[in-house]
């Protein structure tokens, strides 16, 4: 068996008297591609937020390479590798998209407050190495050119990439992108597709997607868990839980 | 970080850089004492000087206000504690040791310089002391009244700094008369000596040192300071967190501790101008320093100047200073006033004068190109 950097084993949480996630348990394997599908309100953000950090879940265990995350909130995880991106977009829009990422960098410096009051030098050093690393991301991205632009007036398929990019610039381990293709036009999926394989590649990251747009899962995930109702109803590779009965119901019934 | 770095610019040379604008701060802080003050009536000198401590305060709550996007409205409560607290240390102390609590200061303190004085004397060491005793006072309290009230989400911190403001006075209202023989100052132990600061009466006996010399030096610091975080990673970090907080959670920000941060340093910089005030020829000290209403006069600067712009916060600081003085035909109305002129802002520019940017950045004044090529309907409210 591969070495999982991120697992989860029977994570629960209720609102209220809602199970939002039941029993949900996962094994994502160092550069895994890992999809997790299911109808509206089937509690995939939910999990997010669980293995972010965002809730804490009524039972279960979360670890990051063999550490369990439990009781960590959510700087602390991304601390220790875990970045993400939102649904629906959380970009610091006030701002341009050169300090959205840098803003992400800030966590792997180790200078003191009062080394940047004082503007010593190794805050100096620490700067520039933050601007170098978050234009390298922006090329990466096709957002240099927009690097001093605010945030909030890139288009819809820009923010979405640069909510990628400054997730990549916490270094992390692993990568959960929450519907990265929503809004999107074909086209743009399609690059998208590349991106996420190009992405995998060059940081070496594992990812967990959350995608409506089959083609895009369907293609891209090694393997795949179906969420209906928080429950996981299955869990497979795309073509095991194509065919699986229960998936194409839970699909066409809430259609 | 974990990246390769480049190399080390010369030592000596970054230090240059690093400490170049606290010498010009000084520079200034001379220039306004011995070149302007003595060139100019002692009326203006005086708005220079409350132009100086709005200055210095409303750019410190900036940093909570604006860049971490926090609501405190007991500013005017860290103010009034760090003046108590340098103005008993300078007291007393003069009591103590020279029998008499006036001002022994040089030429750099005070609002009428002297003849044939020395630059500093040991009365200006007490005096720089005091003031630094304050701010470290005021941010300690600002740190237990932060801590506890930061965790909180939403309006709670506005409630919670607002109380802070309030029982600061009241208890100021409980102290006792001040004493003012040196016999008995020196029969007083050192641990009952604050609780003389004179109650609802109001605290009397200052010495003045306070000129533009040290208030200059002081906005200097703060805005050298102010500036540096802003455009520092740590900077960013605030400003992360008043534009999404669970974003900059995800993203690796300490939410908490930097909201704490940004509080504590703002209640440093609070109780300094809280210790200029109180030294200041002609200011009597009363516990109403800590009421609302002088918070509200703060937070009016930091609204006006646009919630982030520092820039924004000294200009707003000057405009709030000036105008009673405009309008002092008319000074009963300056509440008015002052609600009409914000409530105009906020229609016309919600986001204040300058919005979080700063006077010189460019942006700051796209909304006039566009306006002019008739375009103005852009950038609206996002989900
Ligand atoms: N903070 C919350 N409080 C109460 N209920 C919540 C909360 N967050 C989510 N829920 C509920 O939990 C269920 C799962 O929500 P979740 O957002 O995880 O669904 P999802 O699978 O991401 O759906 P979508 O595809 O629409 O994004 C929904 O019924 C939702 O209303
Ligand atoms: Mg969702």
């Known amino acids: 068996m591969s070495e999982a950097i991120l697992q989860a084993r029977g994570v629960s949480k209720s609102f209220g008297g809602l199970r939002a996630v039941s029993e949900f348990s996962l094994s994502l394997p160092a550069r895994g591609l890992h999809g997790l599908i299911g109808p509206n309100g089937a509690g995939k953000t939910t999990v997010f937020n669980l293995l972010t950090g965002v809730y804490h879940p009524s039972e279960g265990e979360i670890s990051l390479a063999g550490e369990s995350l439990l009781g960590l909130k959510p700087h602390k995880r991304a601390a220790a590798g875990l970045a993400r991106t939102f649904q629906n977009i959380r970009l610091f829009a006030e701002l341009s998209v050169l300090d959205n990422v840098r803003i992400a960098c800030h966590l792997r ?147 | ?125 007490l005096f720089l002391f005091s003031l630094i005793v304050g701010g470290v006072v005021a941010a300690g309290l600002g740190y237990l009244v932060g801590l506890p009230s930061l965790r909180l989400k939403g309006d709670y911190l506005a409630i919670v700094t607002l109380g802070f403001g309030e029982i600061v006075r009241v208890v100021i209202q409980q102290t006792s008369p001040v004493l003012t023989s040196a016999e008995e100052v020196r029969q007083a132990t050192i641990l009952q000596l604050p609780t003389h600061v004179g109650g609802s009466l109001g605290f009397s006996g200052i010495p003045y040192y306070t000129g533009l010399f040290w208030v200059y030096l002081g906005v200097c610091v703060t805005l050298i300071v102010a500036f540096r975080l802003k455009t520092s990673t740590f900077g960013r970090a605030f400003l992360s967190i008043r534009n999404d907080e669970i974003a900059a959670e995800a993203m690796g920000v300490n939410t908490t501790r930097y909201k704490v941060w940004a509080f504590v340093i703002a209640a440093f910089f609070a109780g300094i101008a809280g210790g200029l005030f109180s030294h200041t020829l002609g200011v009597g000290l009363s516990p109403e320093a800590a009421g609302f209403l002088r918070s509200f006069d703060v937070i009016i600067m930091v609204v006006l100047g646009g919630l982030g712009s520092i820039s924004g916060a000294v200009a707003a600081a000057i405009i709030v200073t000036l105008l009673p003085e405009w309008l002092r035909g008319v000074a009963e109305y300056r509440m008015i006033i002052y609600a009409l002129a914000l409530i105009l802002i906020m229609i016309f520019r919600p986001k204040g004068l300058f919005g979080v940017r700063e006077v010189w950045d460019r942006a700051t004044w796209a909304w006039l190109s566009r306006r002019k090529s008739g375009t103005g309907a852009r950038g609206g409210a996002r989900e």
């Open chain 2, 1 to 125: 970080m974990s990246h390769e770095t480049p190399p080390t610019p010369g030592l000596v040379s970054s230090l240059v850089r690093g400490y170049m604008p606290f010498v010009v701060a000084v520079g200034v802080a001379i220039v306004m004492q011995v070149v302007v003050r003595p060139n100019v009536d002692p009326y203006p000198a005086k708005l220079l000087l409350d132009i100086g401590i709005n200055c210095i305060l409303a750019v410190s709550l900036t940093m909570v206000n604006g860049f971490t996007g926090q609501f405190s409205m007991g500013h005017a409560g860290f103010m009034a504690v760090g003046g108590y607290a340098s103005g008993a240390i300078t007291y007393y102390t003069s009591m103590r040791v020279w029998g008499a609590g006036e001002a022994r200061g040089g030429v750099l303190s005070g609002m009428l310089g002297g003849e044939g004085l020395p630059w500093l004397t040991v009365g200006d060491g």
């Open chain 1, 109 to 255: 410096t180790t200078h003191s407050m009062g080394s940047a009051i004082l503007r010593l030098p190794k805050h100096r050093r620490e700067e520039r190495a933050i601007v170098r690393r978050s234009m390298e991301l922006l090329e990466v991205f096709d957002l240099a050119g927009r690097a001093s632009e605010d945030a909030r007036n890139l288009p819809y398929g820009d923010q979405r990439r640069l909510e990628i990019a400054r997730a990549l610039a916490t270094e992390p381990k692993c990568l959960l992108l929450d519907e990265p293709a929503a809004g999107m036009n074909p086209q743009e999926k399609v690059d998208l597709r590349k991106l996420i394989h190009q992405i995998r590649e060059r940081f070496g990251v594992a990812i967990l997607l959350i995608e409506h747009d089959m083609g895009v899962v369907m293609n891209l995930c090694e393997r795949i868990t179906v969420l209906n109702f928080g429950q996981t109803i299955a869990a497979g590779t795309p073509e095991h839980v194509q065919s699986d009965p229960k998936v194409i119901e839970a699909y066409l019934g809430t259609e």
